[in-house]
T-cell receptor, first 112, second 113 residues
Framework: DQQVKQNSPSLSVQEGRISILNCDYT??????FLWYKKYPAEGPTFLIS?????DKNEDGRFTVFLNKSAKHLSLHIVPSQPGDSAVYFC???????????FGGGTRVLVKP | EPEVTQTPSHQVTQMGQEVILRCVPI?????FYWYRQILGQKVEFLVS????????KSEIFDDQFSVERPDGSNFTLKIRSTKLEDSAMYFC???????????FGPGTRLTVT
Protein backbone atom coordinates (compact mmCIF):
# COMPACT_ATOMS: atom_id res chain seq x y z
CA ASP A 1 0.00 0.00 0.00
CA GLN A 2 1.85 3.05 -1.28
CA GLN A 3 -0.86 5.69 -0.99
CA VAL A 4 1.58 8.12 0.61
CA LYS A 5 5.19 8.16 -0.49
CA GLN A 6 8.25 10.01 0.61
CA ASN A 7 10.82 9.28 -2.04
CA SER A 8 13.83 10.71 -0.23
CA PRO A 9 14.82 8.50 2.69
CA SER A 10 17.35 11.03 3.93
CA LEU A 11 18.37 14.65 3.66
CA SER A 12 21.44 16.45 4.92
CA VAL A 13 21.47 20.24 5.22
CA GLN A 14 23.70 22.88 6.72
CA GLU A 15 22.47 24.79 9.75
CA GLY A 16 20.72 28.00 8.70
CA ARG A 17 19.81 26.71 5.24
CA ILE A 18 16.44 25.56 4.01
CA SER A 19 15.26 21.95 4.34
CA ILE A 20 12.71 20.82 1.77
CA LEU A 21 10.91 17.55 2.32
CA ASN A 22 8.62 16.10 -0.32
CA CYS A 23 5.60 13.83 -0.21
CA ASP A 24 3.40 12.38 -2.94
CA TYR A 25 0.03 10.71 -2.61
CA THR A 26 -2.20 8.72 -4.89
CA UNK A 27 -5.57 8.64 -3.12
CA UNK A 28 -7.72 11.53 -4.37
CA UNK A 29 -10.00 11.04 -1.35
CA UNK A 30 -7.34 12.46 0.96
CA UNK A 31 -8.59 15.75 2.28
CA UNK A 32 -6.15 16.74 4.98
CA PHE A 33 -2.40 16.42 5.24
CA LEU A 34 -0.10 16.50 8.22
CA TRP A 35 3.60 16.47 8.98
CA TYR A 36 5.02 14.75 12.01
CA LYS A 37 8.49 14.79 13.47
CA LYS A 38 9.90 11.78 15.25
CA TYR A 39 12.95 11.39 17.46
CA PRO A 40 14.29 7.90 18.27
CA ALA A 41 12.39 6.10 21.03
CA GLU A 42 9.60 8.71 20.99
CA GLY A 43 6.21 8.93 19.39
CA PRO A 44 5.51 11.10 16.35
CA THR A 45 5.01 14.76 17.25
CA PHE A 46 2.55 16.82 15.25
CA LEU A 47 4.20 19.72 13.40
CA ILE A 48 1.89 21.33 10.90
CA SER A 49 -1.08 20.48 8.72
CA UNK A 50 -2.94 21.69 5.69
CA UNK A 51 -6.44 21.27 4.37
CA UNK A 52 -6.98 20.42 0.71
CA UNK A 53 -8.78 23.73 0.22
CA UNK A 54 -5.53 25.59 0.85
CA ASP A 55 -2.23 25.59 -0.96
CA LYS A 56 -0.02 26.93 1.81
CA ASN A 57 0.11 26.97 5.58
CA GLU A 58 2.83 28.60 7.62
CA ASP A 59 3.76 28.24 11.27
CA GLY A 60 6.99 29.91 12.32
CA ARG A 61 9.91 28.23 10.58
CA PHE A 62 7.66 25.58 9.04
CA THR A 63 5.66 25.99 5.85
CA VAL A 64 3.68 23.31 4.09
CA PHE A 65 2.76 23.64 0.43
CA LEU A 66 0.08 21.58 -1.26
CA ASN A 67 -0.26 21.05 -5.02
CA LYS A 68 -3.50 19.16 -5.26
CA SER A 69 -3.43 18.70 -9.04
CA ALA A 70 -0.01 17.06 -8.77
CA LYS A 71 -0.94 15.21 -5.57
CA HIS A 72 2.20 16.57 -4.01
CA LEU A 73 3.04 18.38 -0.83
CA SER A 74 6.23 19.68 0.65
CA LEU A 75 7.49 20.88 4.00
CA HIS A 76 9.95 23.75 4.15
CA ILE A 77 11.99 24.37 7.26
CA VAL A 78 13.86 27.65 7.29
CA PRO A 79 16.25 28.28 8.83
CA SER A 80 17.18 24.71 9.71
CA GLN A 81 18.56 24.12 13.19
CA PRO A 82 20.50 21.16 14.63
CA GLY A 83 17.49 20.34 16.84
CA ASP A 84 15.50 19.72 13.67
CA SER A 85 17.50 16.55 13.06
CA ALA A 86 14.84 13.81 13.18
CA VAL A 87 12.68 11.65 10.96
CA TYR A 88 9.81 13.53 9.33
CA PHE A 89 6.62 11.75 8.31
CA CYS A 90 4.00 12.95 5.92
CA UNK A 91 0.49 11.69 6.73
CA UNK A 92 -2.90 12.02 5.09
CA UNK A 93 -6.50 11.67 6.13
CA UNK A 94 -9.76 11.45 4.27
CA UNK A 95 -12.62 13.74 5.18
CA UNK A 96 -13.94 11.05 7.51
CA UNK A 97 -10.87 11.75 9.60
CA UNK A 98 -10.73 8.33 11.11
CA UNK A 99 -7.18 7.27 10.47
CA UNK A 100 -3.87 8.59 9.25
CA UNK A 101 -1.97 7.03 6.37
CA PHE A 102 1.75 7.62 6.71
CA GLY A 103 4.61 7.91 4.29
CA GLY A 104 7.86 6.08 4.90
CA GLY A 105 9.62 9.06 6.44
CA THR A 106 12.63 11.21 5.59
CA ARG A 107 15.56 11.35 7.96
CA VAL A 108 16.88 14.90 8.22
CA LEU A 109 20.35 15.70 9.49
CA VAL A 110 21.15 19.34 10.14
CA LYS A 111 24.89 19.91 10.35
CA PRO A 112 26.21 22.71 12.58
CA GLU B 1 -1.27 19.74 23.75
CA PRO B 2 -0.99 17.21 26.57
CA GLU B 3 0.11 13.77 25.50
CA VAL B 4 -0.99 10.29 26.31
CA THR B 5 1.18 8.03 28.41
CA GLN B 6 1.83 4.42 27.53
CA THR B 7 2.87 1.47 29.66
CA PRO B 8 5.05 -0.47 29.61
CA SER B 9 7.76 1.29 27.65
CA HIS B 10 9.25 -2.06 26.69
CA GLN B 11 7.66 -5.50 26.80
CA VAL B 12 9.46 -8.73 26.04
CA THR B 13 7.31 -11.81 25.62
CA GLN B 14 7.54 -15.29 24.24
CA MET B 15 5.74 -16.33 21.10
CA GLY B 16 2.21 -17.48 21.85
CA GLN B 17 1.85 -15.41 25.00
CA GLU B 18 -0.79 -12.75 25.54
CA VAL B 19 0.24 -9.12 25.99
CA ILE B 20 -1.72 -6.07 27.03
CA LEU B 21 -0.47 -2.63 26.11
CA ARG B 22 -1.92 0.33 27.96
CA CYS B 23 -2.58 3.93 27.05
CA VAL B 24 -3.68 6.59 29.49
CA PRO B 25 -4.93 9.84 28.03
CA ILE B 26 -4.13 12.92 30.08
CA UNK B 27 -7.41 14.56 29.31
CA UNK B 28 -10.78 13.20 28.43
CA UNK B 29 -10.97 12.55 24.71
CA UNK B 30 -13.38 10.51 22.70
CA UNK B 31 -11.20 9.36 19.81
CA PHE B 32 -8.39 6.88 20.33
CA TYR B 33 -6.14 5.03 17.94
CA TRP B 34 -3.51 2.35 17.88
CA TYR B 35 -0.71 2.35 15.33
CA ARG B 36 2.39 0.24 15.02
CA GLN B 37 5.78 0.65 13.39
CA ILE B 38 7.82 -2.41 12.57
CA LEU B 39 11.51 -1.56 12.57
CA GLY B 40 12.45 0.22 9.37
CA GLN B 41 8.89 0.36 8.08
CA LYS B 42 6.03 2.83 7.98
CA VAL B 43 3.76 3.77 10.84
CA GLU B 44 0.64 1.67 10.19
CA PHE B 45 -2.90 2.20 11.39
CA LEU B 46 -4.37 -0.64 13.42
CA VAL B 47 -7.67 0.48 14.89
CA SER B 48 -9.73 3.50 15.86
CA UNK B 49 -12.02 3.65 18.87
CA UNK B 50 -14.79 6.14 19.37
CA UNK B 51 -17.40 6.35 22.07
CA UNK B 52 -16.30 2.99 23.45
CA UNK B 53 -16.64 1.18 20.14
CA UNK B 54 -14.33 0.25 17.29
CA UNK B 55 -15.02 2.66 14.45
CA UNK B 56 -12.50 1.32 11.95
CA LYS B 57 -9.86 -1.37 11.82
CA SER B 58 -7.17 -2.32 9.35
CA GLU B 59 -6.43 -5.70 7.78
CA ILE B 60 -3.65 -6.11 10.32
CA PHE B 61 -6.17 -5.98 13.18
CA ASP B 62 -7.30 -9.60 13.01
CA ASP B 63 -8.92 -11.81 15.62
CA GLN B 64 -5.70 -11.89 17.62
CA PHE B 65 -6.14 -8.23 18.47
CA SER B 66 -8.71 -6.54 20.67
CA VAL B 67 -9.15 -3.12 22.22
CA GLU B 68 -11.16 -1.88 25.13
CA ARG B 69 -11.49 0.93 27.59
CA PRO B 70 -12.27 -1.06 30.70
CA ASP B 71 -12.49 1.68 33.30
CA GLY B 72 -13.34 4.68 31.16
CA SER B 73 -9.78 5.91 31.44
CA ASN B 74 -7.19 3.38 30.30
CA PHE B 75 -7.30 2.31 26.66
CA THR B 76 -5.80 -1.11 26.06
CA LEU B 77 -4.60 -3.17 23.11
CA LYS B 78 -4.49 -6.91 23.68
CA ILE B 79 -2.68 -9.39 21.48
CA ARG B 80 -3.93 -12.84 22.41
CA SER B 81 -1.20 -15.06 21.01
CA THR B 82 1.84 -13.11 19.94
CA LYS B 83 3.86 -13.97 16.85
CA LEU B 84 7.42 -13.02 16.00
CA GLU B 85 6.10 -10.58 13.39
CA ASP B 86 4.19 -8.67 16.09
CA SER B 87 7.52 -7.24 17.27
CA ALA B 88 7.18 -3.50 16.72
CA MET B 89 6.67 -0.13 18.37
CA TYR B 90 3.02 0.32 19.26
CA PHE B 91 1.73 3.88 19.50
CA CYS B 92 -1.48 5.07 21.06
CA UNK B 93 -2.92 8.33 19.74
CA UNK B 94 -5.84 10.50 20.62
CA UNK B 95 -7.82 13.23 18.94
CA UNK B 96 -10.25 15.86 20.07
CA UNK B 97 -13.61 16.01 18.40
CA UNK B 98 -12.44 18.87 16.21
CA UNK B 99 -9.78 18.66 13.54
CA UNK B 100 -7.71 15.88 12.10
CA UNK B 101 -4.57 16.17 14.19
CA UNK B 102 -3.74 13.13 16.26
CA UNK B 103 -1.41 13.26 19.23
CA PHE B 104 0.78 10.29 19.91
CA GLY B 105 2.14 8.70 23.03
CA PRO B 106 5.79 7.67 23.40
CA GLY B 107 5.08 4.10 22.35
CA THR B 108 5.63 0.61 23.71
CA ARG B 109 8.37 -1.48 22.21
CA LEU B 110 7.12 -5.05 21.95
CA THR B 111 9.71 -7.76 21.43
CA VAL B 112 8.45 -11.26 20.73
CA THR B 113 11.05 -14.01 21.09
Amino acid sequence: DQQVKQNSPSLSVQEGRISILNCDYTNSMFDYFLWYKKYPAEGPTFLISISSIKDKNEDGRFTVFLNKSAKHLSLHIVPSQPGDSAVYFCAASTAAGNKLTFGGGTRVLVKP
Amino acid sequence: EPEVTQTPSHQVTQMGQEVILRCVPISNHLYFYWYRQILGQKVEFLVSFYNNEISEKSEIFDDQFSVERPDGSNFTLKIRSTKLEDSAMYFCARKTGLGYEQYFGPGTRLTVT
